[in-house]
Each structure stands twice: as C-alpha cells, then as structure tokens.
C-alpha cells in the first residue's frame, strides 16, 4: 500500500497530466493549460488575485527555458513554491499565538 507521500507524488502526475496534453504536447502545460489549471485546481489563489496579468507573468517566471511551456520540473516549481508559502504561513499563525 503506497504511503502518504508516494500518494501525493501520485496525485501530483495525475493532475499534471489532466492538464498537459489538451493542446497536443502531453509533457508540458502550454499557456492555455497552465491557466486552466490555475483557473481549477488553484481557483481559491486565481479569484483573490487584484491584477489581472499575474498569471501570465507566473507563467513566464516559471518557464524556465522561456520556450512558452511548463514542463514537470517547471511546475513542480509552482507547487514547491505555494507549498512553501502555505508553510510559511503556517508556522507564522503557530507563532503567534
């Protein structure tokens, strides 16, 4: 039976592949995909955002090769880094309380 986190990994592809794929490369989230991700999987973060270019200039910090798509590694970068910043919130509240 896979653990916690090998199940998380798993959920991580899954979704990965939901997205990627619908506009022909099934490695990487084209623009296009990478919106429609946001716009579902991170609905709660897209709708409180003020400025409507956030998500493209997401996008463009997260292409690393600037070759207009997010590949694994790329994305995985998204999900690191709104780990990091749910965690950081985290231990904030813990601390001050």
């Given at each position: 039976m896979?653990t916690?986190?090998?199940?998380c990994?798993?959920?991580?592809?899954?979704?990965?592949?939901r997205?990627?794929?619908?506009?022909?490369?099934?490695?990487?989230?084209?623009?296009?995909?990478f919106?429609?991700?946001?716009?579902?999987?991170?609905?709660?973060?897209?709708?409180?955002?003020?400025?409507?270019?956030?998500l493209?200039r997401?996008?463009?910090?997260?292409?690393?090769n600037?070759?207009?798509?997010l590949?694994?590694?790329?994305?995985?970068?998204l999900?690191?880094?709104?780990?990091?910043?749910?965690h950081?919130?985290?231990v904030?509240?813990s601390?001050?309380?």
């Amino acid at each position: 039976m896979p653990t916690e986190t090998e199940r998380c990994i798993e959920s991580l592809l899954a979704v990965f592949q939901r997205y990627a794929g619908r506009d022909g490369d099934n490695c990487t989230l084209s623009k296009r995909e990478f919106l429609a991700f946001m716009n579902t999987e991170l609905a709660a973060f897209t709708k409180n955002q003020k400025d409507p270019g956030v998500l493209d200039r997401m996008m463009k910090k997260l292409d690393l090769n600037s070759d207009g798509q997010l590949d694994f590694q790329e994305f995985l970068n998204l999900i690191g880094g709104i780990a990091v910043a749910c965690h950081d919130s985290l231990v904030l509240k813990s601390h001050s309380r």
